[in-house]
């Protein structure tokens, strides 16, 4: 029983092994690319709330909006960025009067999801909410007050703060 039979090594209890081994079946599929880049924004659509009036078709994890025109809008699922993608092959006319168009591109790299987004979709959460800018001083009351204003439920906050984060 010489040959492959013996060369099977207990890595669990290994501090060194020979070979990595075959990895075990991954139960979710490979991600995919989620991102959908839109170009040429004119200095008055730079703006979260005007470049999401353009956006629709899936639910969108985050937007990133640079004040040279472009912004980065990262879709839940790979199926809606591409839905929305294929649509605009000629990008989105924002004046045709004025022939404002902006040019929409998808993203050249794979966007993995997050465990957490994993979960969040599954069990049906449809909105997450990130704020930026709000006072360090703010309590957790006064935070949950902001959120829950104009009757929205809320059903979690989440504290966190990066040391050195641009975004605050």
Same mark, same amino acid.
């Given at each position: 029983a010489s040959g492959q039979a013996s060369e099977v090594e207990d890595r669990e209890n290994l501090t060194t092994f020979k070979n990595w081994g075959t990895p075990a079946a991954r139960d979710k599929p490979a991600s995919r690319v989620r991102r959908i880049i839109i170009r040429g924004l004119p200095a008055t659509w730079c703006t979260s709330a005007k470049v999401l009036s353009l956006v629709h078709g899936g639910n969108i994890e985050s937007i990133h909006v640079h004040g040279n025109g472009t912004a980065h809008i990262l879709f839940c699922e790979h199926e809606a960025c591409q839905a929305f993608y294929d649509k605009y092959p000629n990008g989105i006319d924002l004046d045709k009067e004025r022939r404002t168009t902006v040019f929409v591109e998808m993203g050249k790299e794979v966007d !993995?999801? #997050? =465990? %957490? &987004? #994993?979960? $969040? &979709? =599954?069990?049906? #959460?449809?909105?997450? !909410?990130? +704020?930026?800018?709000? $006072?360090?001083?703010?309590?957790? +009351? %006064?935070?949950? $007050?902001?959120? =829950?204003? #104009?009757?929205?439920? !809320?059903?979690k906050i989440l504290d966190s703060y990066v040391p050195g984060d641009v975004s605050r």
């Open positions: !993995v999801v #997050s =465990s %957490q &987004l #994993s979960f $969040n &979709l =599954s069990v049906g #959460s449809t909105r997450a !909410v990130r +704020a930026v800018g709000v $006072n360090m001083d703010a309590s957790m +009351a %006064q935070l949950y $007050n902001m959120a =829950s204003g #104009s009757g929205r439920k !809320v059903e």
